[in-house]
């Protein structure tokens, strides 16, 4: 991993953050520490740099399980999906914008032009709904940032969000 990174270093990208995680009973994810994506030169004033604080909840990729065997929602794009769910979550950056910045983070990881392609694809043709869904649980008051890590590894994050003081 470390001789990943660094080759991924001295070809001029600029990686902020081993992926850290802590994981609910179930299998969605929380950074235990935080990670960021700067955009390329090229891509300088065009795009910003998206950091991802300790606490935030992901799923990764939110591949159907039907595709599972092809593209695992934890495969190597998995850094990338993590920076494309919290721009899906917070919403600062339009769909558009989050979906560009998850192909090319992809790219910058040098994930094979096949995979990205058919994940872009996949979340131009399907991430409306997310988009929405997000937009509506924000709304309505949910959180997606832990304060409190949990202690206990048989909690569910659908009853532990649902605990007083555990989220910021």
């Known amino acids: 991993m470390d001789k990943w990174i660094e080759r991924w270093k001295t070809a001029g990208k600029d990686v902020e953050g081993l992926l850290y995680l802590g994981r ?15 955009p390329n030169a090229d891509q300088r004033g065009k795009l910003p740099k998206v950091t991802v604080p300790v606490g935030f909840v992901t799923d990764f990729a939110s591949i159907p399980r039907a595709f599972w065997s092809l593209l695992r929602p934890d495969g190597h794009y998995a850094y990338a999906a993590v ?13 558009a914008r989050s979906d560009m910045i998850f192909k090319l983070a992809m790219q910058d990881f040098e994930i094979g032009s096949e995979q990205v392609t058919t994940i872009y694809a996949g ?46």
């Open 123 to 168: 979340v131009r043709a399907g991430g409306e709904g997310p988009w929405k869904e997000n937009a509506r649980l924000k709304a309505g008051g949910e959180k997606r940032i832990l304060k409190t890590p949990p202690t206990d590894p048989r909690v569910h994050w659908k009853d532990y969000k649902q605990r007083p003081g555990v989220l910021r």
């Open 83 to 95: 920076i494309h769910d919290y721009l899906y979550w917070t919403q600062g950056l339009s769909r």
């Open 24 to 38: 609910f009973a179930d299998p969605t994810y929380f950074l235990t520490k935080e990670i960021s994506w700067k």
